[in-house]
């Protein structure tokens, strides 16, 4: 498994010129750009990659779908099926760092080509060559994109972990899935119960399974199991026994699940005991094919966690040369297009902001508006700034995450104000109420805006103003109702509550050690706790990408 992700030479490492001596103007004071604010929650991405068994014709992955796959060698029909040993995908793939540093105490870089070239930040199911770029070019730069993504995703992603991706039965890609599968065991079944059967078929599953076994499950240290199933399933052997007819499918099948539960991970011993219990063949080695891509998949992520800590302290020289290396193949010289349109127009809304200035905004200034502005993007996402591109799927989800804030904030303001008094003398009650909604958005799978379930929402604050004995009648209960629901829309305190969580967003990115944030506003009192997972978890992004990109927007400023 490490072997087939590491080449013989080890890349010249190098970084841009003077990359550790390059500062943002205005930027002198930051020393500790990932410092926490305050005392922060341990984060969680919104998301990780996702991974796709993709041995054809048992599985075939869509064109262009997004996702983790294990890369076909061969048909299940042939009888000389190779394992699929290298771990790529469609958007990302496993960066040799990972692999390598599990066997060396030093880190390892080595691209590994993409399955499916992309451009840097161009949805993958196109596969034509942009204008002026030659598809040699593309190659490269989808190798820099997708191995950058992976490393940064190891990095700054606590427990990640690569998860199976459940496909939709009913989506087309899920019907072409279920029938090639259904096609493929059908047929197997039927040269089986063939008045003379056709083993064919078996001979690929197994040569197939002894492969995978060999190569992926088997630890480097495993040399007497090696040994033992390259002897038990000697598929020269095995052919003679076919031809001889003495060939025992079910010995073969017990020796292949006693061999898979000594190696499987103790998180498997359970589905292991239920294969001992199949009696149905062709069940029983389908049942074997899944087990062993889960297997392959437990492998994959013992093999992240391991090295994790190298790759981490690897990351930022990493993901710079990658990038550098997409930089290399824009022979247009626009690889930065959209992040100096993106820092240009957030130069130009502080320069208006704030007309009697007596100097131009700072690089810093100029960079957090930036980032600020992330959480607001209007535009199609394919002109998302190139250097902020890892981290996209994040932005949205912290932008509908700040949405949510700001419904919260507005929701409890107007109950505050309708009920009379302050956060501290109706603590117990707001605590309850906020409680009680912020669990009600947290369980709304799919929720991109929170204005959508605002009626659920209403609904819930209303039955704890009944019981706690804050309405006393239907008339005051309709005025109540009546102004919460009107936050459904674009409304006057929501805007200012949003606005009012941007500078709050700011002075957690403007300070140096990010342990003294500005004071809470007073309408954002009754979300404060939201509000500092929110903040830690938006100042820990940004300050990785400034920390990574910094001398791109260096020079980016200067040049204005």
Partial sequence: LLNSWMSDEEPERRSPEGVDKLDLPGDEEDDEPNAAVGDQPKLDSPRVPIFVAGQSPRYSPMKGSAGLVYQPSGSAGSSTTASPRTLT??????????????SSPQPIFHPIPAMSPVRFGQSPVSMSPPAGMSFEDMIKASD???NMKLVHEISTTPDFKISPRAVDPNSLEGRIKEMMERVFWDM????????????EHVISLIEEIREIILKDIIPPNGESMTKRVSEVLDMTVIRQQIANETFDLKQYSAFIIDTLASLCAPVRDERIAALRNIDDTVLLLKEVMKTLDLMKLDMVNFLIAQTKPIVQQNS??????????????????NGLQYTREWLYTSREALIVAAPGASSPPTGREILNEAFINLLTWSQAYDKFPETC????????????EMKQLALIASLLLVVLNSIGGSVHESGALVDKIR???VAILQHSAGLTSPESITEDLVA????????????????????????????????SIKNLLTKRIQKYLKSGLDS??????AALPAALAPIKKELATFTAKFVKVCSYNREVFNPYYTQIITDF
Avoid: C, W
Wanted: hydrophobic content about 40%.
């Fill in 89 to 102: 995908t469609t958007g990302v793939s496993v960066p040799p760092v990972v692999a390598a540093a599990a």
């Fill in 144 to 146: 820099s994109a997708v």
């Fill in 188 to 199: 197997l079944k039927a040269d089986l119960e063939a008045d003379e059967p056709n083993y």
């Fill in 316 to 333: 930022l020289q990493y993901e710079r040369e990658q990038f550098e290396k997409y930089l290399a193949t824009q022979k247009d010289g």
């Fill in 389 to 400: 591109l890892v981290d996209v799927e994040k932005f949205q989800q912290l932008s509908i």
């Fill in 435 to 437: 409680t009680n909604i």
């Fill in 460 to 491: 819930e604050i209303m039955r704890e103003l009944k019981s706690s004995g804050k309405i006393v009648d239907s008339a005051s209960e309709k005025v109540i109702s009546g102004q919460l629901l009107a936050l459904k829309e674009q409304h």
């Fill in 512 to 517: 140096a050690s990010h342990s003294n944030p």
